[in-house]
């Protein structure tokens, strides 16, 4: 179910019904898990097994490790919740893709191969959902944190709907905590989940979907011919855009939905293109990813306490698997890779210039993040090309500036995008040092009600609906 | 992700809630927006605007869905022609049977006759309106078009199901939830500040074009239709869109010629497979080509020659067909804007039709 859906407003009204007329609190998180597998059910009701298979595994291997002393077994526990939380995301997610690489080495190597491509359907969230239980698996299993008693609390925490399909990301000792007391939202609460509600939709059905996407497609869809330099950055920045407000748009939602039910979830966005280098992007891009990548893979691997060159290494195979998380294909991964490089040369440059004045002063600081801008964007080529002839013909476009290339977009549209891209830039930097709270908290009452009512016109007049969120594909 | 792990802390759950009375200003906001709404759709209403339904690919889906349970329905598939000219309540009232209208606007409908041929049960009448310049279409909008109501139709979950119904119930009383018109993008597309010389304007169909109902009986509206200044207007974009592409950057036009020599053979031959498939079932396929006039019609004649596209498909389909051009009953009539009939001569048109329809009935082959 789409939270840009009118099937959605029904179903959120009826589980707000339903969670605010009941008394027991256990009634109440059984009525959410069931509302929550309804949620999932309604795109492919057969997945919810895969979720049940996620559940009842991490379940009793989480169970299993507290009881289990012996390193051998306690191992032998950790790899079953692996091979069934990765062989479900590698079998539906990289099955293809792995078959597809397999054809092209047998081809190179001289052996004519050619099975029947299967047409598998990737579930929605899968990559979220995996990843969540996985840590709560990890968490018990490096003792962490101790095993949930609640099977209802548990399965809650892994279905909870508002962020099942797409995050934020949520840990078992953020999320387990709040089932122990009855969950209702204050009057201001609730109020300011629906601010959050509205905020998420206008992100994603009036900017990404309505003033974004058609010139981003435009442009990534321009494969045979290179395109005017303008347009094409244009189209990048666009992109650049139309992925921060589409996926913002989505955490947004969730954390309004959940604060509407009492429930509180992480941030997984603080103004990420007013991020000051790479380093500090990734921390305000999809947080909840960022720290469940560097908490179960990069410290893991030794994170930065093994000298420079390791510190690099660690980095970039972090980066690389982050990259294949995103899909299943070459162009993901070198969007990760060019993401590890960018960090591996930040973290040079900091360890080879540490007391440069000039980045501290308020021009530098400004600098700094229209050039993070600039190489994010530039990654984004490869994030959103079909494949890599496009992002080569499109980089190549970008460096042209001799007005070869055709030239795509109408003048609305150049009006457009800049117009949103600018207010998006100058939303992030004024942003970039504060929360939103803050700053709504210092606006007049009068001024909240015309951004609201704006936001809720625009909505209204966007009549958008029914196109899928991006990272629902991941 | 952050190389320091030092300085990097793992996010905070935590959520400050700003001090404003929150449900005060929610239902301020929701007031405010109410009254701007009530006001839009009154100005909607203004200019002329009904409460209608969207011809949605959702809308398709579930007139497609009717023959999954009806799999020996008569069918009716094509492009906009199709959906404005032929009455479905004539048909019924005098062939005893409503048809299932699945023609879409701007399509090529042959991905639809293939759909059909795949259905494992289906075994009724296709009715295929042939537009020639849009039937031989190789690849590009007009296949995408047909492609984009499929996939809903095989992929449709019951959570688009369900926003289906209740957008039904909303579009059946609100006038502005209009998408052909009235959303901000289409509203946006009716600016068109000066563009740079080498940059192509997309054509887009003016406002106020056609409506349909529930069951996808489409029409002109009446406005479009007594509008003489709509109506030439939709002319001008005809005239590029029936007209040939220009070669591809290096082609000469004889190997333009071959290519589309090559096109319209395959084409041909998906149809003929695709129409042999249905009649194995019991299936019948009869193909329809329905008026255009002035202009347009001088262009799909120089263009698209009968004897080139609409003589062979009969032969070498051996599929039954009306051209209206074989019957003067069926050529006196007049396309507003060249290419459909207004919403009175579509039902005449129809009555028309009927005695050719039952000739071709009596003869076993619909």
């Known amino acids: 179910m789409l939270f840009n859906s009118l099937t959605f407003i029904v179903f959120f009204v009826i589980v707000l019904g ?33 979720l049940w298979l996620s559940t009842i595994v991490d379940w009793y291997v989480a169970k299993a490790l507290e009881a289990q002393e012996a390193p051998a077994k306690r191992r032998f526990l950790l790899t079953l919740s692996l091979a069934t939380n990765l062989g479900m995301l590698g079998f539906f997610k990289y099955g293809e893709f792995l078959l597809e690489n397999f054809i092209g080495l047998a081809h190179l190597a001289g052996m004519e191969f050619h099975p029947a491509l299967p047409s598998i359907v990737l579930p929605v969230g899968i990559s979220f959902y995996t990843f969540q239980t996985l840590s709560y698996t990890l968490d018990v299993y490096f003792r962490k944190s101790k095993r949930c008693q609640s099977f209802l609390d548990y399965a809650l925490y892994v279905t909870f709907f508002p962020q099942l399909v797409a995050g934020p990301i949520v840990r078992a000792s953020d999320f387990l905590p709040q089932c122990l007391q009855p969950k209702r939202a204050t009057r201001d609460q609730f109020g300011w989940g629906l601010y959050f509600i509205t905020l998420g939709l206008f992100q994603k059905v009036v900017l990404a ?22 347009d094409a950055w244009l189209g990048v920045f666009a992109f650049s855009a139309q992925i921060f407000c589409d996926f913002a748009g989505y955490s947004t939602c969730a954390i309004g939905v959940a604060l509407c039910l009492g429930f509180v979830l992480p941030d997984n966005f603080r103004s990420p293109y ?30 930065n306490r093994g000298g420079t060159a390791r510190t690099l290494a660690n980095l970039i195979i972090t980066m690389f698997l982050g990259g294949l998380w995103h899909g299943a294909s070459w162009t993901f991964v070198v969007w990760g890779l060019l993401h590890g490089f960018y960090l591996a040369v930040e973290h040079l440059l900091r360890q080879l210039f540490p007391s440069v004045s000039w980045v501290k002063t308020g021009l530098g600081r400004f600098g700094l993040s229209l050039l993070t801008f600039l190489l994010v964007s530039l990654a984004w080529v490869f994030f959103r090309s079909s494949d890599f002839p496009t992002a080569w013909l499109l980089l190549g476009s970008l460096f042209d500036f001799g007005g070869n290339g055709s030239q795509l977009l109408l003048t609305r549209e150049i009006i457009q995008v800049t117009l949103v891209v600018g207010g998006l830039l100058a939303t992030h930097w004024y942003l970039h040092e504060k929360r939103l709270e ?23 007049l966007t009549q958008g609906g029914g196109n899928a969120f991006i990272y629902f594909q991941f | ?71 020996d329905r008569t ?29 879409t606007v701007g399509t090529n409908p042959l991905a639809y006759l293939e759909d059909l041929a795949d259905h494992p049960k289906f075994s009724g009448t296709v009715i295929v309106g042939v537009v020639p310049k849009l039937f031989m279409a190789p690849g590009g909008p007009l296949v995408a078009a047909s492609k984009k109501h499929l996939d809903r139709y095989r992929d449709w979950s019951p959570t688009q199901k369900a926003g289906h119904y209740i957008a039904r119930i909303l579009e059946r009383r609100l006038a502005f939830l209009n998408k052909e018109d009235l959303t901000l993008n289409q509203l946006l597309l009716r600016w068109n500040p000066p563009n740079r010389e080498q940059v192509k304007v997309p054509p887009t169909l003016p406002p106020h074009f056609h409506t349909v109902d529930e069951e996808r009986q489409g029409g002109m509206t009446d406005f479009a239709e007594k509008t003489m200044a709509l109506q030439k207007r939709i002319q001008q974009i005809w005239l590029p869109l029936f007209s040939p592409p220009p070669p591809n950057k290096g082609q000469s036009p004889e190997e333009q010629k071959a290519e589309h020599q090559k096109a319209d053979k395959r084409i041909f031959d998906r149809t003929k497979k695709a129409v042999d498939k249905i009649r194995t079932r019991g299936g019948k396929v009869v193909f329809l080509r329905l008026p255009s006039t002035g202009e347009l019609r001088a262009l799909e004649n120089k263009y698209t020659p009968r004897t080139q596209i609409w003589d062979r498909l009969l032969t070498i389909t051996a599929a039954p067909g009306i051209h209206f051009e074989d019957y003067p009953q069926l050529t006196d009539f007049d396309c507003p804007e060249w290419s459909h009939l207004n919403k009175k001569d579509s039902t005449e048109f129809t009555r028309r039709l009927i005695p050719l329809f039952k000739k071709i009935r009596s003869k076993g082959r619909m």
Request: proline share 5%.
């Open chain 1, 209 to 230: 979907d309505g003033l974004l996407a058609s010139t981003a497609d435009t442009i990534f869809k321009a494969k045979d011919d290179p395109v005017f330099f303008l």
């Open chain 1, 438 to 460: 803050h700053a709504m908290q210092n606006l007049p009452a009068w001024w909240v009600v015309v951004i609201w009512a704006t936001m809720l016109c625009g909505l209204i």
């Open chain 2, 75 to 103: 069918v009716l598939i094509g492009s906009s022609r199709m959906l404005f000219d032929f009455d479905m309540d004539v048909y019924e009232q005098e062939m005893g049977e409503r048809p299932v209208q699945l023609a």
């Open chain 2, 1 to 71: 992700m952050p190389s320091s792990t030092s300085s990097f802390e793992t996010y905070e759950l935590k959520r400050i809630i700003p001090k404003h009375h929150w449900m005060l200003l929610a239902l301020f906001s929701v007031v405010i927006t109410a009254v701007m709404t009530l006001g839009w759709e009154l100005y909607c209403r203004s200019l002329g605007y009904e409460p209608s339904i969207n011809d949605s690919t959702d809308l398709w889906a579930s007139r497609r869905i009717v023959l999954d349970a009806e799999p």
């Open chain 1, 274 to 303: 007013a991020a000051i280098g790479l380093s500090d992007f990734w921390r305000r891009w999809h947080i909840t990813l960022s720290s469940w990548l560097r908490d179960y893979l990069y410290i893991p691997l030794g994170g």
């Open chain 1, 18 to 50: 339903l969670h605010y007329t009941i008394r027991s609190w256990r009634t109440q998180k059984f009525v959410l898990l069931i509302a929550s597998y309804l949620f999932y059910a309604a795109w492919n009701p057969p997945f919810v097994m895969l």
